[in-house]
Structures are given as C-alpha cells and as structure tokens.
C-alpha cells in the first residue's frame, strides 16, 4: 500500500536535474588490423590491453627515405555501461606510444585518430601533428566535452563495436633499421550527464520515543516520480520494505516528506530510501542509522551470588546466552529457546562475570558472582 504523505508541495512545471560525471578510463577487449588505410599491417595487436611495455608495432626491418603509413589499428569492446537516459558530453582517448628505430631525418607522425560508432571508422581526425619520440608518451586525443563530431546515445557507447582507430605516418629518413611505431596501452574515458528523476537533498532521522522512528526527507527536483519505499535493516545486509510513500511525481521546488515507522528494537537499525520511477526503474538514496530503543532488563538470574548453578528467566524467548569474564572474553556461549534456563558454572574459576542473554528484541546483561 502506497501512502501519500506531504509536509508541503507547489505543483511548477518541472525541469531537468543533470550531473557531470565520467566513466572510465576503460581497456579494450577487441583488437583488429584494417587495412583500408596505409600498408603496414600492426602486430601482437593483443599486447595494448594494458600499460606493461609489451606493445604492438608496425614497421620494417630497413627503410629509406620512402613515406610510408600503417594500417589502422582498431581497438573496441571497451564494456561501457552508460545509463539509458543519459547524455553524453564527451570522450577522451589516451594512447601510451613511441617511435622504435628513429635515425637521420627519420620520424614517425599521426596519420589519423578517429572514433569508431557501430563498427564504422567516423568522425573527425584528431591527428596531433607533433613527432612520436623515441620513449613512451601519454598522448590525449578528445576531451570531455567533445564528441569527435558525432551525435551519440548511450547505447552506441556500450555497444562491443565503440572505440578508437588509428594510423601512423612513417618517414624512415636515411637508412632506418628497426624502424616502427609502436602501442603500449589504448584507454577511453566517456563523459555523460546522468539525469537524475529525483534529487533528495538530505534524509534524516530520530528517535521519538521507545517504539518509533521519524524519518524525514526532502526533494529538490522530481521527474516521474511513482513513490518512495523505506528500508529497513538491522545488519545493512538483509532489508525489509517497511512502507510506500507516493511520490509528487513531476515538480522543480522543494517538497518535503516523512514517515513515522514503528520500532522498539534493543539494537542499531538502519534506514534506506529507494525511489521507484512510473517506469519502474529505482534508485537508492544514502543509509542512516538510529540508535536503538532503551527498555528496562528483563532478565533475572539467582542464585548471586552462586556456587556455579545460575537459573536465567526472561518474560521473552531467550534465544542466546554468553558469559564474558572481566577481560571482555566470552568464556561460554549456547544457543536456547526458552524464557526459563539453568546453566551451570561450577568449573570455572571464582571471580566475577557477566551474563548477556539475547531475545529477539532486546539484549540484557547481569553481573554473576561465583564464590
């Protein structure tokens, strides 16, 4: 069941809430040789996966004076996971090269750096014309806010045929031996703006009394917002739904929300907030803590002091038992299910230690003498 709960609202046409944010830099998994451009061939194209100077080349054993240029160097299958909704701003290409073998008037050059959308070599070239040097240099191609002259969508970004290709422009200069260029490491970070349906400026909450939690939160800006759902956990690993709250749906002020939940727990619980688009789709809000309730100790235990057989009574399913000596050592643990217990401490030294019991709302503890 939903609950439509508002402290104040003012229905305005609603506006987009957007963020900047990045994903990357990420590895190629893909790597081709395609030789509609140039006619040196690279190899050991696996070898750019990571920065580790195992590279990929292409070259000649002897070369002079002849320009030459490679084939285009293909790195996709990047495993981008950009959300469907989003916007993408820009990408940015980092590619650790070097020039092997550079001798008199020799030098290696970009020949074209372009995008590859679908599979398809496209957009602008994005060449830098400085010359490759003789050790490994971080070259940067694009930026965050530039798209390489093409319009995309989030899909075309996850796509396994997104990435990047290459070609290199070789001068071998006077009698070059050994000459190539060569590829450490390929890497691509993708900026997009991740519109958020629902921005929640703060959430919040308090003890009230013994037996309830109030919890308050508030919205700056709501897109197709269907409602809200408290969680509720005790070990921030197993959550419980405690209740729905509908959503304003669509709005650009401020709109503040609460819910009083009902809870007398003796140990720490903790609060998340998951909002639930019309379309189905959530997000999850941050997680808080309220400390637990205070009640009385209902346990007894007798004799105290006692020769070694305590009698443990509780108005509660007791469900756990632990003895700890002065050291904070648990020096004797059981499991039970039972309000009426007996155990017996005979063997253990005469001194004095403390009995914790544990039901499943409260946790008590009472100090024992063994004399």
């Known amino acids: 069941m939903k609950k439509i709960i508002l402290l104040f609202t003012l229905l305005t046409p609603f506006i987009s809430n957007s963020q900047c944010v990045s994903d990357g830099p990420r590895n190629a998994s ?68 070097k020039a092997q073998g550079l001798a008199l008037l020799s030098s290696i050059t970009d020949n074209e750096v372009k995008i590859v959308k679908a599979g398809i070599i496209t957009g602008n070239n994005y060449k830098i014309n400085s010359n490759w040097t003789g050790s490994d240099i971080n070259a940067t191609y694009g930026a965050n806010n530039d798209n390489w002259g093409e319009t995309w969508t989030p899909n075309d970004i996850n796509s396994s045929n997104f990435g990047i290709a290459i070609s290199a422009s070789l001068i071998p200069g ?23 349906p629902v921005e929640i400026i703060n959430f919040t909450g308090e ?3 013994n037996n309830q939690v109030n919890l308050k939160w508030t919205t700056s800006s709501e897109i197709n917002n269907d409602y809200f759902t408290i969680e509720r ?14 959503g304003i749906g669509n709005s650009s002020t401020n709109i503040n929300y609460s819910f009083i939940d009902n809870n007398n727990s003796s140990f720490t619980s903790y609060y998340r907030l998951k909002q639930t688009d019309f379309n189905g789709e ?26 070694g057989l305590i009698n443990i009574n509780d108005e509660n399913t007791i469900l756990k038992i632990e003895v700890i000596n002065l050291l904070g050592n648990i020096i004797y643990s059981e499991t039970k299910n039972n309000k009426n217990l007996t155990i017996d401490l005979s063997s253990y ?10 039901t499943k709302n409260t946790v008590n503890t009472n100090k024992i003498i063994l004399d």
């Open 30 to 97: 893909s790597f081709s040789n395609n030789n509609s451009i140039g006619t040196l061939s690279w190899n050991n194209l696996s070898n750019i996966s990571s920065s580790d100077n195992a590279r990929s080349s292409a070259g000649f054993l002897i070369g002079l004076l002849i320009p030459t240029s490679t084939n285009y160097f293909l790195a996709t299958n990047f495993g981008f996971n950009i959300p469907s909704t989003s916007n993408i701003c820009g990408i940015e290409v980092m590619i650790e090269r």
């Open 174 to 196: 006077l009698a070059a031996i050994g000459f190539s260029a060569q590829i450490d490491h390929i890497e691509i970070t993708v900026h997009y703006e991740s519109t958020l």
């Open 207 to 209: 003890r009230i009394n």
């Open 233 to 246: 956990s005790t070990d921030m690993i197993n959550w419980e739904a405690q209740e729905n709250i509908t």
């Open 282 to 307: 959530h997000n999850y809000h941050k997680t808080i803590a309220i400390p637990p309730s205070t009640k009385p100790n209902t346990t007894t235990i007798y004799p105290n002091p006692s020769n």
């Open 349 to 358: 030294p005469r001194e004095i230690y403390f009995i914790k019991t544990y």
